[in-house]
């Protein structure tokens, strides 16, 4: 018999198991309890092992660092730094930031982001003082940690940022293509494109082929095919691009610059800040601007890709505290530039490689730097071979790569691609921080010009006049609003189409001073929405409930319904769609086409009109792999007049699409389970009967003694009929564990069973205690806004 245990959703929910369920605890447990938690600390990244490392995260350091390595010296010469410059940036930025940010699996370093930026200011300023430059931006993002301000950092537009990055992309590129044709880069991006002709009519064919292969490896390797490709693509490309460069200038002898790094006692280290005051001041900004709104970003996406990532046994990952992992990143920088290495970002790149790999905590980015650490100081000879020519092909294709067609079609998408352009545009033209400015302008003009551009059309159909409103309708729009209701014949009928989202109170009085004057004249006004369907007058005070955002309620103003022929309601329905949906998840159904459905989850539920399973579980194309049925029902296998409908869904979702759960869904006030209770067992057997049958064993469990009732947590069913829609979900859930194909994988360990009640006149879901093979009790817990630990797990 199932044990009938509530669940806590608050903080004193995650009991020992050793503590008694009620009562005061003894003083040997409360004693216990207390050294459990001062040796457990809430930010932990996993549960405590003998040794403290997990093996993921050892195997996971040494992938990053074999990216980490190459590449901290490619940005390093792409700036004009000191290579070791780069070994120090990277062998801080993975054991400071590390040890103090808020994203445990962020690998930061010297960036891509960041080389536009630190090669200005060494021409400018000279290497010591843009390591105190560096130190200065530790400070200043230290002092925006502390004011809490991460989150506003996120609200820049991605049009801009992707502008941004693609703009030092661009200009990485034209630098270091001087480098791999065995020329010098100038100092502008303008300038390096003058000079790439006369660049072209002298190249260097030792650098030429030495770069030619670096590029072609990293291009080629990701893409080996067979077992063979399986195999090699354990080596990072970079690691392998390098080594083959390498080796090809080591065995043909090829007389090339190349990696120089000086005794460490020769090391520079930073001086006061020496120049102009606003010069220093807005070189700091450039720097803690950029490098944070770089890092949280890459924060963010390491969350998203830690998420999609699948779950290991034992390992919770919290989500990044942004404030924190700019706190670890001023850190990270006041250390780097203290010791003469480059500004530090999160990278994307590693954090990327450091998720795939499978880091399980902030060890893996740990130990990465301690590697590049060790690598700085005993494998200089080793590095001291590698030609430049190859750092500089590796760090060009980096450059290209953030010019990323994904982000172009995304802001092509979203209509922000005018944004995008000028930013890239201004970046390549005048700079980082200049650029940004000037993209933040456009951004605001064209959202301006968004807000007050309104397109109003007027037609004459049928002796019907339709005045139609296209966009937000403020004052800037009244007077061509009213020179078109200027032109509605008076006594005319007529239908105003409001389409926008916002209307201020100037094109409010607007409105309704020509409704009152064009009524007093003999004439008809009907204000409707964009799916055609009625909406409250402006005049009008007592039919408030009505509003242009619910044409899909079935709401009843004062006036009462307004019957609607169902071809109508269809065809509107349709026609807005077409209008509104359709062109923002055209992008996304297409993908889905083409790739096929993967859907996570086996969603079994009631065809009850009021369940309305995308909205409930917030989910979206390709999300859910749907049954719905009359009274949410699991005919066993192999039972007499049984459905295969139902077991052949099943069977599809778990042995084709290899779903990782299952839920069935139950709901309030469910029609099935009402006919259950009072219809009698005997009489006409028609197909509803018949396939009410298939509820009978809900009924029985409910009546038995030998199976405790189903309630929800905190107060027991309302009536009957609500203990009976309870007691059908656990009992369908019985009823799923009788196909073999659900057996299986629940024996496997592959597979989760979920129990969902849903109370419709009250909006508010409820999740059956525990999952897979076993239920914890017949206990429904109530969903919460902010669902606890144990409705995340759950979930």
């Known amino acids: 018999m199932s044990a009938c245990v509530p669940t806590r959703t608050d903080d004193d929910s995650h009991q020992p198991p050793d503590e008694p369920p009620r009562g005061r605890p003894s003083r040997p447990l409360l004693t216990a309890r207390?050294?459990?938690?001062?040796?457990?600390?809430?930010?932990?990244?996993?549960?405590?092992?003998?040794?403290?490392i997990a093996g993921a995260d050892l195997s996971a350091s040494i992938s990053v660092f074999l990216i980490a390595l190459p590449l901290s010296l490619g940005i390093a010469l792409a700036t004009g730094a000191p290579l070791q410059a780069g070994l120090v940036a990277a062998a801080v930025g993975g054991i400071v930031a590390g040890w103090i940010g808020g994203s445990p699996l962020q690998v930061s370093g010297p960036a891509a982001a960041l080389t536009v930026v630190t090669a200005e200011l060494i021409q400018r300023y000279g290497w010591r003082t843009t390591c105190a430059i560096t130190v200065l931006s530790g400070l200043a993002q230290l002092g925006l940690a502390a004011l809490r301000v991460a989150r506003s950092a996120l609200a820049v537009s991605p049009a801009i940022v992707h502008g941004m990055v693609a703009g030092i992309g661009g200009t990485i590129a034209l630098a270091q293509l001087h480098i791999v044709l065995g020329g010098t880069p100038q100092s502008s991006a303008i300038d390096n494109v003058l000079g790439l002709p006369a660049q072209l009519a002298d190249l260097h064919p030792a650098a030429l082929s030495v770069s030619a292969l670096t590029i072609a490896l990293l291009l080629v390797w990701p893409r080996i095919p067979g077992r063979?490709?399986?195999?090699?693509?354990?080596?990072?490309?970079?690691?392998?691009?390098?080594?083959?460069?390498?080796?090809?200038?080591?065995?043909?002898?090829?007389?090339?610059?190349?990696?120089?790094?000086?005794?460490?006692?020769?090391?520079?280290?930073?001086?006061?800040?020496?120049?102009?005051?606003?010069?220093?001041?807005?070189?700091?900004?450039?720097?803690?601007?950029?490098?944070?709104?770089?890092?949280?970003?890459?924060?963010?996406?390491?969350?998203?890709?830690?998420?999609?990532?699948?779950?290991?046994?034992?390992?919770?990952?919290?989500?990044?505290?942004?404030?924190?992992?700019?706190?670890?990143?001023?850190?990270?920088?006041?250390?780097?530039?203290?010791?003469?290495?480059?500004?530090?970002?999160?990278?994307?790149?590693?954090?990327?490689?450091?998720?795939?790999?499978?880091?399980?905590?902030?060890?893996?980015?740990?130990?990465?730097?301690?590697?590049?650490?060790?690598?700085?100081?005993?494998?200089?000879?080793?590095?001291?071979?590698?030609?430049?020519?190859?750092?500089?092909?590796?760090?060009?294709?980096?450059?290209?790569?953030?010019?990323?067609?994904?982000?172009?079609?995304?802001?092509?998408?979203?209509?922000?691609?005018?944004?995008?352009?000028?930013?890239?545009?201004?970046?390549?033209?005048?700079?980082?921080?200049?650029?940004?400015?000037?993209?933040?302008?456009?951004?605001?003009?064209?959202?301006?010009?968004?807000?007050?551009?309104?397109?109003?059309?007027?037609?004459?159909?049928?002796?019907?006049?339709?005045?139609?409103?296209?966009?937000?309708?403020?004052?800037?729009?009244?007077?061509?609003?009213?020179?078109?209701?200027?032109?509605?014949?008076?006594?005319?009928?007529?239908?105003?189409?409001?389409?926008?989202?916002?209307?201020?109170?100037?094109?409010?009085?607007?409105?309704?001073?020509?409704?009152?004057?064009?009524?007093?004249?003999?004439?008809?006004?009907?204000?409707?929405?964009?799916?055609?369907g009625r909406i409250s007058e402006p005049a009008s005070e007592t039919h408030g409930c009505c509003r242009p955002w619910t044409p899909w309620r079935n709401h009843h103003c004062d006036e009462g319904p307004q019957p609607v022929a169902s071809s109508d309601q269809l065809a509107n329905g349709l026609s807005s769609f077409q209008r509104n949906t359709a062109p923002l998840v055209r992008d996304e159904l297409a993908r889905l086409a083409r790739e096929g459905q993967r859907p996570s989850q086996l969603f079994l539920t009631c065809a009850d009109s009021r369940l309305v399973t995308s909205m409930i579980t917030s989910s979206g194309p390709g999300d859910l792999f749907t049954v719905r049925n009359v009274g949410n029902l699991v005919p066993l296998p192999g039972e007499e007049s049984s459905d295969d409908s139902v077991a052949a869904a099943i069977e599809y979702a778990v042995d084709v699409l290899k779903v990782d759960s299952i839920t069935v869904c139950g709901h309030s006030g469910c029609g099935a389970m009402q006919a259950l209770l009072t219809s009698p067992p005997a009489g006409a057997q028609t197909p509803l009967r018949r396939w009410l049958r298939h509820g009978q064993p809900s009924l029985e469990r409910m009546k038995s003694r030998h199976h405790p009732w189903a309630r929800i947590s905190g107060r027991l069913p309302a009536d009957a009929v609500e203990q009976l829609c309870l007691t059908n979900v656990v009992q369908q859930l019985e009823h799923l564990r009788a196909h073999e194909a659900v057996a299986q994988r629940l024996a496997e360990g592959t597979l989760e069973l979920h129990g969902m009640y849903f109370h419709v006149g009250e909006a508010q879901a409820y999740l059956l205690a525990g999952s897979g093979e076993h239920v914890i009790g017949e206990v429904f817990d109530r969903v919460a806004a902010a669902p606890s630990a144990l409705q995340k797990a759950r979930v």
């Not at 990044?320 to 480059?342: F, H, K, M, P, Y």
């Not at 590693?350 to 499978?358: K, L, M």
């Open 228 to 532: 063979a490709g399986r195999t090699v693509r354990k080596i990072p490309a970079a690691l392998a691009a390098v080594a083959g460069a390498t080796t090809l200038a080591a065995v043909a002898a090829l007389s090339l610059p190349r990696v120089d790094l000086p005794s460490w006692r020769s090391h520079a280290l930073p001086e006061l800040p020496e120049g102009p005051v606003l010069g220093i001041l807005a070189a700091v900004l450039t720097v803690t601007l950029v490098g944070s709104v770089t890092s949280l970003l890459s924060a963010v996406a390491v969350d998203k890709l830690a998420a999609a990532r699948k779950e290991q046994p034992g390992v919770r990952l919290p989500r990044s505290r942004l404030d924190r992992e700019l706190a670890g990143q001023g850190a990270a920088n006041i250390v780097s530039g203290a010791l003469g290495g480059l500004p530090i970002t999160g990278v994307a790149v590693r954090s990327a490689a450091n998720v795939s790999a499978g880091g399980v905590s902030r060890h893996s980015t740990m130990l990465h730097g301690l590697w590049i650490a060790v690598a700085a100081l005993l494998l200089a000879p080793f590095l001291e071979v590698i030609p430049l020519a190859a750092l500089a092909a590796l760090v060009m294709v980096l450059g290209v790569q953030m010019i990323s067609i994904t982000h172009l079609r995304t802001v092509k998408r979203n209509r922000e691609l005018l944004v995008y352009a000028v930013t890239l545009a201004s970046v390549l033209v005048t700079g980082v921080l200049e650029g940004v400015v000037i993209g933040v302008a456009v951004a605001v003009a064209v959202a301006l010009h968004r807000l007050t551009r309104t397109r109003i059309t007027a037609d004459e159909q049928d002796g019907v006049h339709r005045v139609r409103v296209r966009g937000q309708l403020t004052f800037l729009a009244v007077p061509r609003l009213s020179r078109m209701l200027g032109q509605v014949p008076a006594g005319a009928e007529c239908v105003v189409e409001l389409d926008g989202s916002f209307m201020d109170h100037a094109a409010y009085e607007a409105l309704h001073d020509w409704q009152g004057s064009h009524v007093s004249q003999g004439g008809t006004v009907e204000f409707t929405g964009r799916a055609g």
């Open 34 to 52: 207390f050294k459990r938690r001062r040796r457990t600390s809430p930010h932990d990244d996993g549960p405590r092992r003998r040794f403290p």
